[in-house]
């Protein structure tokens, strides 16, 4: 198959930012968006940058670098994970931002997009050292967080934990219990059932649609998912609860091939008793994290992190399917190469966004104050993946577009007509 779809307005593009942006210009085009709300829309909202000076185990104190983007709250309080990585810089949290604004539209939730992060290296770190770290950034963002303003949750290397101590911290500084100024926290305190597995829920769900889409049938496909976190072991799992073998997968170590498939609830097991890490697993071959992304298989699942699929190695990509469990794992320079190839992709903003599905679903039931069991979560957000793929696919189709330009369609489409709707005064 291939699209009719505009030249790139830069094909120097590289930083995610301006890869998001570019994608953003495509879908911009098709829809004829006025210039006055091109620009409105381009421009994050809000960019807060901090200094953290956080006492070490060793008595020194360290300053800490953090960051709080809020893309776009037209639709709702802006609404993104917090990262803690080295590799965390401002055009990275401008385009992870404003991937959330897209993301929450394109599955129909009343949210805009945020996204925060901390340059620091969490392995490197004590717990109380990761503790202190986090309440003084939540203390640092006590006007820019609140459950009607702007609600973070867990991206990489954070999780239930990092957003308890937000949680208390938040609270604290309130005087009273704020459980809905942060998702993706501990069922004790509030958070939702089906929340850890949701984002790898969305993707096997998105996949499966994919897939009856293009007549694959799931049972005896094969599979590789990049990236043992979060996303990509719950997506092997369930991929492989629907009969797909999942022969590749990798971590921050390197990749692993088992051509019979791999036991995924062993991985874990493994995962969990061995540092983190799923190197050393029994019958598996070490492979590359490339020779992973190149590998003949029908589906393939970046669950890792941004730029793997690259103008380097697009051509080698083998795989019928990309799922992508991760933001941006395909550099928008990919693109072109994929779409000539024939290569189908479940892009970002779609595939992984059953993780903000749930979130806000959490966030519906601390207001509530009622919770719901996890069979009515996993229903409802099974539902709103598939209609939102379908609406997706509906699109692809009118406009002749791929699956990812259409996703910006719909997105920006529905931002855009609420900035008009609301106006600018
Ligand atoms: P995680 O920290 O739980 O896991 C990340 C995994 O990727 C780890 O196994 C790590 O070893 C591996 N990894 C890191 N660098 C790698 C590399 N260069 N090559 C191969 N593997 C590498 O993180 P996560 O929550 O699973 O997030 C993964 C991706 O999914 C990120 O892009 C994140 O933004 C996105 N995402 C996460 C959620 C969520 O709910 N957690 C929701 C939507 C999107």
């Known amino acids: 198959m291939s699209y009719i779809e505009p030249a790139p307005v830069s094909s120097t593009h590289l930083n995610p930012f301006e890869s998001m942006m570019s994608r953003f210009d495509v879908a911009a085009k098709i829809l004829g968006l006025d210039e006055s709300s091109y620009n409105v829309l381009k421009s994050p909202q809000k960019i807060v940058m901090v200094h953290l000076p956080v006492i070490m185990d060793n008595g020194k104190v360290q ?3 953090g960051f709080r983007v809020v893309h776009n709250a037209n639709l709702g309080p802006s609404k993104g994970g917090i990262r803690y990585s080295m590799d965390v810089n401002l055009d990275e949290v401008k385009a992870l931002a404003a991937w959330m604004t897209w993301k929450c539209a394109v599955v129909g939730i009343p949210y805009g997009g945020g996204k ?10 004590s717990k109380g050292e990761l503790e202190r770290m986090t309440r003084a950034y939540t ?37 009273y219990s704020c459980p809905a100024v942060v998702t993706g926290k501990p069922l004790v305190l509030g958070g939702s059932l089906g929340r850890v597995e ?27 998912v990049q990236g043992f976190g979060n996303v990509g072991s719950i997506s092997a799992k369930l991929l492989a609860t629907q009969g797909l073998k999942i022969v590749a997968l990798s971590d921050i170590n390197g990749g692993y091939y088992n051509a019979d498939g791999f036991d ?5 097991a493994y995962r969990d008793s061995n540092n983190g ?8 071959k070490e492979i590359s994290n490339n020779d992973l992304l ?14 793997q699929i690259t103008a380097e190695n697009a051509n080698d990509i083998k795989a019928k399917l990309i799922v992508e469990g991760a933001n941006g794992p395909t550099s928008w320079m990919a693109d072109e ?3 000539k190839k024939g290569i189908m992709v479940v892009p970002d903003i779609l595939a992984n966004a059953g993780g903000v599905t749930v979130s806000y679903f959490e966030w519906v039931q601390n207001r509530l104050g009622y919770y719901w069991t996890e069979e009515r979560v996993n229903r409802r957000a099974d539902r709103t993946m598939k209609q939102s793929f379908e609406q997706v696919y509906a699109t692809a189709q009118k406009h002749n577009v791929s699956w990812r330009i259409a996703a910006y369609i719909v997105a920006i489409d529905k931002v855009a007509n609420t900035q008009k709707l609301r106006g600018v005064f």
């Open 63 to 65: 300053v800490f670098e």
């Open 116 to 125: 925060g992060g901390i340059k620091c290296d969490p392995k490197s770190m």
């Open 139 to 175: 203390a640092s963002m006590v006007d820019v967080f609140g459950p009607e303003k702007d609600i973070p949750a867990p991206d990489m290397n954070t999780g239930q934990q990092e957003m308890a101590w937000i949680m208390d911290e938040y609270s604290k500084l309130k005087g």
């Open 198 to 224: 949701a984002t790898g829920r969305g993707v096997m769900v998105t996949a499966r649609s994919a897939m009856a889409k293009m007549g694959i049938n799931p049972v005896g496909s094969t599979c590789a």
């Open 264 to 268: 995924i609830e062993k991985a874990i």
């Open 277 to 284: 890490t799923i190197k050393g697993f029994p019958g598996a």
């Open 294 to 307: 190149t590998l003949e298989v029908d589906v393939l699942v970046p669950a890792a992190m941004e730029d």
């Open 337 to 339: 190469t994929l779409n």
